[in-house]
């Protein structure tokens, strides 16, 4: 049985080791850890932390376990094997490198940190250290869709991939640009920091590593400064660069980006925090077809995979498509795939090397739109 059909009857095997684990950050994500971990019957949850006391208990007492205010607490217990650091992106660096000078596994949240030389800290601490199993949250690799598209283009479905396009957005919410993601010290960077980097990894995963990044960054609406009634095109290229940041602090709210292989292979990607209804589309097209991957559920709509053959002769192709609807399960997914690469003594399948090549090639969007030339990796 593979880790993935072994998530998908829901946990580890009873035969296996606990895995004891300590969870840094009780926020919206730190909770839906929280619950992964409780659903897997041979993982324990020992300890939660968070500088917020009442939100730490609260989640706490939910999960049957202890609490503190102190991160430092959590990687320093002899009886935690597993961090997993769900913070803002300012503390993800710095907690992690700690983790890992204990000797603990470490499954960081994306984007793992908030620049490309924080990226290199957490590797070196990764390689400085013994074996431990660094993992980044790419959750979306493990949506069903996604997966079976990457299944399906590996065998040679739909041939060589030729391009990727991508879309990925959501419209934010009254006060969002009052929120720490739109605060270029906590988060580093906006949109391509937060949705963005998960489609860097997805157009990574599909055609392997890109040599040029063309990209350009605005703010459109979500300015503290200005407020989204006065926002105008003078927001263009104006969150890059540095702290990806310019005059008032702001981030970006939309992210544009071409990436190029050096077989030639190039994918389009756009991320927006103006996409005022929720969208995620991912398309993958080949020289024989294409996977188009539709929606996450929820919000943005049924997960739908549509297969299609292309018909030599000319004319529409043939296309299949499969529905893959009920709840999100790619966080247990990706939680089981973790755990089972620490059994194993491997890195997970979305490592911290991934994360540093993601960080590279963001670095490298943002560098291109500073400087509004094509960046070479």
């Known amino acids: 049985m593979t880790a993935r059909e072994n998530t998908a009857v829901g946990g580890r ?4 080791t606990p895995l004891r684990v300590g969870i840094v950050g009780c926020g919206l994500i730190g ?3 929280a619950e992964i971990v409780r659903r897997c019957p041979g993982d324990e949850l020992v300890i939660v932390a968070d500088v917020n006391e009442p939100q730490a208990r609260s989640l706490a007492g939910e999960m049957g376990c202890l609490a503190t205010t102190d991160w430092q607490e959590v990687i320093a217990r002899d009886d935690v094997e597993a961090v997993v650091v769900s913070t803002p992106n ?3 660096m710095p907690i992690t490198v700690a983790a890992l000078e204990h000797g603990k596994h470490v499954l ?4 793992m940190a908030r620049n490309l030389s924080e990226a290199e800290e957490v590797l070196r601490a990764a390689v400085g250290g013994r074996r431990s199993a660094v ?12 997966w079976k598209a990457k299944e399906l283009l590996d065998r040679g479905s739909i041939g060589d991939p030729l391009f990727i396009r991508c879309r990925y957005g959501h419209g934010g919410r009254l006060g969002y640009d009052k929120e720490w993601r739109a605060d270029a010290d906590m988060a580093g960077g906006g949109e391509l920091l937060d949705q963005g980097v998960h489609i860097v990894d997805l157009c990574r995963w599909f055609l392997g590593d890109f040599t040029e990044a063309v990209g350009f960054t605005a703010t459109f609406v979500w300015n503290a400064d200005r407020g989204p009634q006065t926002a105008d095109r003078r927001g263009r290229q104006s969150a890059v660069g540095g702290q990806r940041s310019a005059v008032g602090g702001r981030v970006e709210d939309n992210a544009f980006a071409l990436l190029c292989t050096a077989k030639g292979q190039v994918a389009s990607l756009h991320a927006s925090w103006t996409q005022w209804r929720n969208l995620f589309s991912f398309e ?8 188009i991957v539709d929606g996450l559920g929820g919000s943005y709509g049924i ?6 053959r292309r018909i030599l002769e000319g004319g529409a192709p043939k296309e299949e498509v499969l529905e893959f609807s009920g709840p999100d399960l790619s966080w247990q997914a990706e939680w089981q795939e973790f755990t089972s690469a620490i059994r194993e003594n491997r890195q997970p399948l979305a490592n911290g090397e991934d994360g540093l090549q993601v960080m590279r090639l963001i670095d490298a969007i943002y560098e291109s739109a500073r400087t509004g030339t094509v960046v070479r990796l």
């Open 13 to 16: 095997p009873s035969a296996v």
């Open 31 to 33: 909770k839906r850890r």
């Open 90 to 92: 300012k503390y993800l």
């Open 108 to 111: 960081v949240e994306k984007p």
């Open 135 to 146: 993992g980044v949250g790419f959750n979306h690799r493990h949506h069903p869709a996604i």
């Open 284 to 291: 993958v097209f080949g020289q024989e077809g294409h996977l």
């Open 303 to 308: 997960e739908q995979l549509t297969i299609g």
